[in-house]
């Protein structure tokens, strides 16, 4: 039997009981030439007997059951080994695909040949509303033609995202990518894919559908914990050491981890209340160690926190922001729009 073009890596974490419409969505599709490789661990969100039900009835969907709770990470490493597929789409129980979803990325391949990478866009529901992702303007700017990471730094800027790209599967296994243990395993897999790729392109549409009810992680790998997020960008850097020229996308890699930390300091419940001067600490000593010659600071009120942050003003910080919700102006839907 021939390999098909896309597998779709699934762990089966589903603490909203939101895999079945998952694997439906997938189904669904217009497009035929896909499997779908689901990976079930040991963990108590994993419900494998919805997982081998879907794999009873389709021969599209395989079920790979791991002997431990792993986390997402070493999951979708397994299922990445298992898959057949040219290329990979690692997907989440709380991800959705419009009908057109698959063919829409192969026509896209169709005209551009063979890649490395290929972006497209997603979307955010909550509260019974869409939002967009915050990769739009990189991948409307992009436009129709295949580029190397050098030239596009923007993408590298973009929010590292695993599910919102196709991987090549030969240029994953020839680069070794893999997701380490800890929680944002997505960041260094992300720009490694990235940054090692010759042959990227972008689809400036919507492909995937997040339900996810706030940006927070889904499973980390045993003892993980929000602190993982400094060890991953740490790895992200170490790509550069080895990279000619890699000077063309250091500011965009950069702005993008103090963006992340920046949003993960202020998302409800992410990081604990003894742990935020701690947090804070850490994200400034990464301000002053990754801080590329000649960077400039982004205007306005983002501006003004990447200058408190660079100075190590945890009491000034918390007082700013206390000071801003109290006007009114950081609202629960605008932290929802926002994106890492």
């Known amino acids: 039997m021939p390999s098909p073009l896309i597998s779709v890596v699934?762990?089966?974490y589903d603490q909203q009981k939101q895999l079945p419409e998952?694997?439906?969505?997938?189904?669904?599709?217009?497009?035929?030439?896909?499997?779908?490789?689901?990976v079930a661990d040991r963990s108590p969100d994993t419900p494998a007997g919805?997982?081998?039900?879907?794999?009873?009835?389709?021969?599209?969907v395989s079920v790979l059951h791991l002997d431990a709770a792993v986390g997402v990470g070493v999951a979708?490493?397994?299922?990445?080994?298992?898959?057949?597929?040219?290329?990979?789409?690692?997907?989440?129980?709380?991800?959705?695909?419009?009908?057109?979803?698959?063919?829409?990325?192969?026509?896209?391949?169709?005209?551009?040949?063979?890649?490395?990478?290929?972006?497209?866009?997603?979307?955010?529901?909550?509260?019974?509303?869409?939002?967009?992702?915050?990769?739009?303007?990189?991948?409307?700017?992009?436009?129709?033609?295949?580029?190397?990471?050098?030239?596009?730094?923007?993408?590298?800027?973009?929010p590292p995202l695993?599910?919102?790209?196709?991987?090549?599967?030969?240029h994953w296994r020839a680069q070794g990518l893999a997701f380490p243990d800890g929680r944002y395993e997505e960041v260094p897999v992300?720009?490694?894919?990235?940054?090692?790729?010759?042959?990227?392109?972008?689809?400036?549409?919507?492909?995937?559908?997040?339900?996810?009810?706030?940006?927070?992680?889904?499973?980390?790998?045993?003892?993980?914990?929000?602190?993982?997020?400094?060890?991953?960008y740490e790895r992200s850097f170490a790509l550069l050491d080895g990279l000619p020229d890699a000077d063309a996308v250091r500011d965009a890699l950069f702005v993008r981890?103090?963006?992340?930390?920046l949003f993960v300091f202020d998302l409800a419940g992410c990081v604990a209340r003894a742990e935020r001067p701690q947090f804070f600490h850490r994200a400034a000593d990464h301000h002053r160690r990754f801080q590329p010659p000649g960077h400039r600071r982004p205007g306005g009120r983002?501006?003004?926190?990447?200058?408190?942050?660079?100075?190590?003003?945890?009491?000034?910080?918390?007082?700013a922001k206390l000071s801003h919700i109290a006007k009114g102006t950081l609202t629960g839907s605008a932290r929802r729009r926002a994106a890492v």
């Open 190 to 232: 992300v720009h490694a894919a990235l940054l090692t790729a010759r042959r990227i392109a972008a689809l400036p549409r919507a492909c995937v559908q997040l339900r996810r009810r706030e940006t927070v992680h889904p499973t980390g790998s045993p003892g993980s914990s929000v602190f993982d997020v400094f060890d991953q």
């Open 50 to 60: 919805t997982a081998d039900a879907y794999a009873a009835r389709h021969p599209r």
């Open 257 to 261: 981890m103090i963006r992340h930390y």
């Open 76 to 158: 979708r490493n397994a299922g990445a080994a298992r898959a057949t597929g040219e290329y990979l789409l690692f997907l989440d129980a709380d991800h959705l695909m419009p009908r057109d979803g698959l063919q829409a990325l192969a026509d896209r391949l169709d005209r551009t040949g063979p890649l490395d990478v290929l972006l497209f866009g997603h979307t955010r529901r909550h509260g019974g509303r869409d939002w967009p992702g915050g990769a739009e303007a990189a991948l409307a700017e992009a436009g129709p033609e295949v580029f190397g990471p050098l030239e596009r730094p923007d993408v590298v800027g973009a």
């Open 10 to 12: 699934l762990p089966a």
């Open 22 to 38: 998952c694997l439906d969505s997938l189904l669904a599709q217009s497009f035929r030439d896909f499997e779908v490789v689901v």
């Open 162 to 170: 695993i599910w919102d790209r196709l991987v090549r599967r030969e």
């Open 302 to 319: 983002e501006g003004v926190k990447f200058s408190l942050l660079a100075g190590g003003a945890y009491p000034a910080f918390e007082m």
